[in-house]
């Protein structure tokens, strides 16, 4: 096989998408259209990548970084005028596969497929049937053979009737495609450069034309509009679902079900309806996941459960949720939250930062951060760290087989000694002993015959 180089269409406005962002930035399962035609290209270790930028050149070329060459084509004056900008960055002895960064399920065993029907000496096209071929470009054969490719505008009403239809990805020998790109015209309905002319000129110069065609149109469905955007997206999680499925997770809903990154689940879990997995999420074997949870960057133990309306969101740091625990309702779990095994954080509780030994429990309307939290504490309702003091964050050390009361305010840096108890409604903001009971509030007084003011007269 001779050394591929990819080339990746990126350069049109997408003006049926009404936005000021490029089309091929806009997000399918949490990543750019084009970053998943970039991602599946990277499996075929090709030699270059070359991105054909235009309209939004600069946002694009700064989302995708140092992955790619690039090639300006400005103005646009078709397909054939974009791979003309490509030509000078592609050596001659190699294949170009043409993708398009606007058609992100393409997959990698399609495009090796491409590839190999090559055979490094034929123009290969990848083809699809479509039920309605609308502004697709239009096979024409004679036979196994392909004869040209004709676009929609330019085409006859008879050769409308046509319903195989180009894709918009082929590989071909490189020094073959310069040639022909060289002799291209614009003598057209639209006045534009075709790429798909050096269909006519490869059948002129008797070199073969292979046609590649796939069943699965997903994976050539190209996105032009939100309303295109959408449905792709539910054939995406549908798919992955299915997947998923089928290794046996049970998902309550795969029409209500979606991942925008990478999802790993270990045996007999369990996801409700309404949930969002983001990043990188592992599952352990018998999780289960209530409704409407929004998981990022986690890794939840085996057999935790995970209640409904639950937020989970580890960012760079990562979440960890200890086998065992029970997380939720309604709580949220930020970057550097550690609970360990059977660990129990319910209804609105915030943890950030903070490490949870086995058995720790904090039920009720409490905020931990920056705490080292050891095994058994009991952390009373509406309890907080103060862990930031304007300038700073400090760490608020609980030892084991604390108790802490309802309404305490934990002010760091501070130390509660193992086996202590703070009664309810304290504020500690210094160590406090071992086995102690620390108690630091006002006292209480009453003020009898006390009358409230009266709003004045009118």
Request: aromatic share 4%; with cysteine; net charge neutral.
């Amino acid at each position: 096989m001779t050394a591929l180089d990819v080339v990746v269409m990126a350069a049109g406005k997408g003006t049926r998408m009404k936005s000021r962002l490029p089309k091929v930035l806009h997000r399918l399962a949490g990543r750019a259209l084009i970053q998943h035609v970039m991602d599946t290209a990277a499996g075929l270790n090709a030699r270059s990548t070359v991105v054909i930028t235009g309209h939004g050149a600069q946002q694009v070329e700064a989302a995708l970084g140092k992955s790619a060459a690039f090639a300006r084509q400005e103005p646009q004056l078709g397909t054939g005028h974009a791979m003309q900008q490509a030509a000078p960055l592609l050596p001659d002895d190699g294949t170009t596969l043409v993708l398009n960064g606007d058609v992100p399920l393409i997959e990698l065993q399609t495009l090796q497929q491409l590839v190999e029907s090559t055979g490094g000496e034929r123009l290969a096209l990848l083809t699809v049937d479509m039920p309605d071929p609308t502004g697709y470009g239009r096979i024409l054969r004679r036979g196994d053979d392909v004869l040209a490719i004709v676009e929609h505008k330019d085409a006859s009403e008879q050769q409308r009737e046509i319903r195989e239809v180009y894709t918009g990805v082929m590989a071909v020998p490189t020094r073959l495609l310069k040639d022909w790109l060289g002799r291209l015209t614009n003598d057209n309905v639209q006045g534009e450069y075709y790429l798909t002319d050096i269909v006519k000129m490869a059948v002129a110069d008797g070199a073969h034309v292979a046609a590649v065609k796939t069943v699965d149109r997903i994976q050539v469905d190209g996105v032009n509009s939100p309303v295109q955007l959408a449905e792709l997206e539910r054939a995406y999680q549908l798919r992955h679902a299915r997947a998923l499925m089928e290794q046996g997770v049970r998902i309550a809903d795969p029409a209500r079900f979606d991942v925008r990154g990478q999802l790993h689940c270990g045996q007999d879990v369990e996801i409700d309806v309404n949930c969002v997995f983001e990043g990188d999420v592992s599952l352990g074997e018998g999780v289960r996941i209530g409704a409407n949870c929004v998981i990022a960057n986690a890794s939840i133990g085996a057999g935790a459960v995970i209640h409904p309306f639950t937020h989970i969101d580890g960012e760079k740091a990562g979440v960890k949720v200890g086998e065992g625990a029970l997380v939720g309702p309604f709580a949220r779990l930020r970057p550097g939250a550690d609970l360990g095994p059977e660990v129990h954080i319910g209804n609105f509780v915030e943890v950030k930062n903070s490490t949870l030994a086995r058995g720790a429990k904090a039920n009720h309307l409490a905020y931990l951060g920056d705490a080292t939290v050891g095994e058994r504490v009991n952390y009373g309702a509406g309890s907080i760290t103060a862990n930031y003091d304007g300038a700073n964050k400090h760490r608020t050390v609980i030892e084991a087989d604390v108790h802490i009361g309802s309404n305490c305010v934990l002010v760091a840096p501070v130390t509660i000694g193992r086996g202590g108890t703070v009664g309810g409604g304290s504020t500690i903001t210094k160590d406090t002993p071992a086995q102690a009971l620390s108690i630091g509030r006002a006292r209480q007084a009453s003020i009898p015959n006390w009358q409230r003011p009266k709003k004045a007269a009118k």
